[in-house]
């Protein structure tokens, strides 16, 4: 409970859960306490393994065959749900708890429409036929900025965002008074993310129910919790109000944690990620669960389990020195701290490196006009269409640099990451890497410039053989190229293996991949990546998938082997904090064209093109004294088979301008908007359009009410989704009806600001 009068929805008392393996019980929540009150949002934070996931299964009795509730309470609204089962819990679900996951394509089923799937959720707890179902779900559908036609579309159909808000929909269909949010905005990027938790935190608010957002990405819950309560090791480590927690922790473990994490405003700070591993929970410790990782531990912390100390006012830490805080936070402040404890673990990273071969100088690649392009397959006589993946980009990539590749998912990053390394043929366009133009090499030519270029990839484990030892999956670059074999194939290895931070080397030889935590594994993969020492590597998300705590390992690794190796980097992220603190240059990529390029710094703090300035106001902010808005574009990037006309971010720029490239599609998008904001208004809108036709360019509506109505409710909703929609229109009466005209535009050139900066936008003048 608490000090505060307010009583709490959700009381968790000594919740102990285990699972049963054939070595033993695995204690992955041993006694955790924590409340929600009416209204309110509280972060579960810690890293993979602590038992986020774990404690919110066990609220919904949705935990494995193997998983089970030791001991303790789970009190909603003053009735304990520990010992509910059967027909008793599933009437909690979705009527009183309802679920939301970290996979939204996970969530629905691949052969139901959505439409449909919501409504079987509300007619298995309450009495309603499908067509008020279906009206409840079109208003849901409204209320998280879903068309309501899309009710009728399969999942595949469905953009990534567009398929987390629908399960939003469905979590909110019996509005339920709490809503478990587990990782929901992990495999987001930015901008997507920040309009899923914009929209989560508006129904939050106009329905008044509590909010359990489970994560391990600080900035996520600074922007979106009222409260945090941080977990480590199946223990609860400090809990409190969140930008109290963040702002001045009291546990050294959160500490750690906001040292490990790049920001936006600090991205040039140091950073360290916290050595070693959480503990085996199958023999867990006997004290304090962080004692191994933790600087200050004393014979104390290793021998008693600390209690969850009350060290202010809604907060509690669970640490045996919570009168040393002040302290600890200076301390725990230097990297040094952290190195220290490195070098305890046998973890430390060695000093500089040093090459093989003297680090060459001048330009490593030079990309001119890429091009790649994907078939769609089409009807036989029907029109050829294409998947625009990269359409015409140039870019430069010096020796010893890291240039960044930012942007969605959708923007043609990792496809251009993996053209520059030729897993990918281009389509159009010319590569030269040190002068050879490697657009069509081939066989032995092939084989000799992969010696050069390598690849990092976004999940570690599905690139590293599970059947290969770590001594075979990294030493295998040297077997094809003929390098090395035997034992100086070993010495090799063990030498990439400790430049990347693994140590002692030997211990990792013999092991599997699956015997690696998530951060070893992509270390392994980056050893992989420098054993030949390549003039560069395309790092596409090497971060992305892991804990707090250890990215900073990761990205400090790129900078090492850029500053002593001399080795290059395209690091391919929609994570702009990150991109500033390891890149030297970034290009901003929008639907296969780059729109913004220049040095990191420049690029971030002068954000000329309005793509460049909407990732940055979606980039989360995890220091506790920035506040940030909703982003003002709303919508999602476009199709890259159908690309829009001129500019190809108008349709979600809040400048654009009428000369951007406005199109009858933009039109239809805002007759939607009109539907979906009001449904009064939408039935009015249609009986003055009547049938809406679009043919490239063109608009034509019947008009059965007269040309005057249609006008009216075209100029309406134009100017409702953008002024410069309605300037750029021509609005003509004739005999099929309305028809409305817009001017064929090129998308504007990259403009050359100085510097090395160039942005592609109509609004920013070129230097003379």
């Not at 790049?262 to 040039?268: F, H, M, N, R, S």
């Amino acid at each position: 409970m608490t000090n505060n009068e307010v009583k709490p929805m959700l009381d968790v008392a000594d919740l102990a859960i285990h699972y049963e393996t054939g070595d033993g019980p695995v204690k992955a929540v041993d006694g955790i306490d924590f409340f929600i009150r009416p209204g309110e949002a509280l972060g579960l934070v810690g890293e993979s393994g602590c038992g986020k996931t774990t404690a919110a299964k066990a609220m919904l009795k949705l935990l494995p065959p193997n998983g089970a509730i030791a001991k303790g309470r789970i009190d909603v609204d003053g009735r304990d749900l520990v010992p509910l089962d059967g027909e008793d819990i599933r009437k909690v679900r979705w009527n009183e708890i309802a679920w939301i996951s970290q996979a939204a394509m996970n969530a629905l089923d691949p052969v139901y429409r959505v439409g449909d799937q919501i409504v079987e959720a509300m007619q298995a707890h309450i009495d309603i036929n499908k067509a008020e179902a279906m009206e409840h779900a079109a208003g849901l559908f409204r209320a998280v900025g879903i068309d309501p036609s899309r009710l009728q579309a399969f999942p595949h159909e469905m953009s990534g965002g567009m398929k987390q808000r629908a399960v939003i929909a469905m979590a909110m269909a019996l509005e339920p008074k709490l809503v478990i949010a587990d990782e929901p905005t992990t495999a987001l990027d930015v901008v997507t993310q920040a309009q899923i938790l914009s929209r989560l935190a508006k129904l939050r608010k106009d329905r008044g129910m509590s909010l359990l957002f489970i994560t391990h990405d600080i900035s996520v819950v600074v922007q979106t919790c009222d409260r945090v309560a941080v977990m480590y090791g199946g223990k609860i480590m400090e809990t409190g109000p969140v930008r109290e927690v963040f702002g001045a922790p009291f546990h050294p473990y959160t500490m750690g944690l906001t040292n490990a994490f790049p920001t936006l405003e600090g991205a040039q700070k140091e950073l360290i990620s916290i050595p070693g591993s959480p503990p085996n929970l199958l023999h867990p410790p006997a004290g304090c669960r962080f004692a191994e990782r933790c600087p200050f531990a004393t014979d104390m912390c290793r021998s008693d389990v600390p209690p969850l100390h009350v060290v202010g006012p809604d907060r509690s830490a669970s640490c045996h020195y919570p009168e040393k805080v002040e302290e600890f936070r200076k301390v725990a402040a230097r990297n040094s701290t952290w190195e220290e404890v490195g070098r305890r673990l046998g973890a430390e990273v060695e000093g500089k490196l040093t090459p093989d071969t003297p680090p060459r100088i001048g330009e490593v690649l030079q990309v001119d006009d890429l091009k790649r392009h994907f078939d769609v397959p089409g009807p036989m006589f029907g029109p050829e269409k294409k998947v625009h993946a990269v359409d015409g980009v140039d870019l430069s990539l010096q020796a010893g640099e890291i240039l960044g590749l930012a942007g969605e998912s959708g923007s043609g990053k990792t496809t251009t990451g993996e053209v520059l390394v030729k897993l990918q043929e281009p389509t159009s366009g010319r590569i030269l890497s040190e002068g050879e133009d490697i657009s069509d090499l081939s066989g032995a030519a092939l084989k000799a410039f992969r010696r050069r270029a390598q690849m990092v990839f976004q999940d570690p484990y599905q690139t590293l053989n599970p059947r290969f030892t770590i001594a075979r999956i990294v030493g295998e670059p040297l077997t094809i190229h003929g390098i090395a074999k035997g034992e100086e194939q070993k010495q090799r290895v063990i030498k990439a293996l400790e430049r990347a931070g693994l140590k002692p080397a030997k211990l990792y030889l013999e092991r599997f991949p699956h015997e690696l935590s998530g951060g070893q594994r992509q270390r392994i993969a980056i050893a992989r990546a420098i054993i030949l020492e390549p003039r560069f590597v395309v790092a596409d998300e090497p971060v992305s998938m892991l804990d707090v705590s250890i990215r900073a390992g990761v990205l400090n690794l790129m900078r090492r082997f850029r500053d002593d190796l001399g080795i290059s980097f395209v690091y391919v992220s929609h994570d702009l904090p990150t991109i500033r603190y390891v890149a030297d240059r970034t290009a901003i990529l929008y639907l296969g064209q780059v729109v913004e390029v220049g040095p990191t710094e420049t690029v971030i703090r002068e954000r000329r093109h309005p793509y460049t300035q909407l990732l940055i106001e979606a980039s989360p902010e995890p220091d506790p004294d920035v506040v940030k808005p909703p982003p003002e574009a709303a919508g999602e990037i476009p199709s890259a088979i159908d690309v829009p006309n001129g500019c190809r971010f108008h349709t979600r720029c809040p400048v654009a301008t009428p000369q951007c490239g406005w199109e009858a599609r933009d039109v239809e998008a805002a007759l939607t908007d009109v539907g979906i904001a009001d449904a009064a208004r939408g039935e009015a809108q249609a009986k003055a359009l009547g049938t809406v036709s679009r043919n490239g360019l063109q608009l034509t509506v019947s008009a059965p009410q007269g040309f005057a109505a249609a006008q009216a409710a075209l100029v309406a909703a134009m100017e409702a989704k953008h002024p410069s929609l309605a300037q750029a229109a021509t609005i003509s009466d004739t005999a099929k009806g309305a028809v409305i005209d817009f001017d064929e535009h090129d998308p504007p050139a990259l403009r050359d600001l100085g510097n090395g900066h160039a942005a592609a936008c109509v609004l920013v003048e070129p230097v003379a």
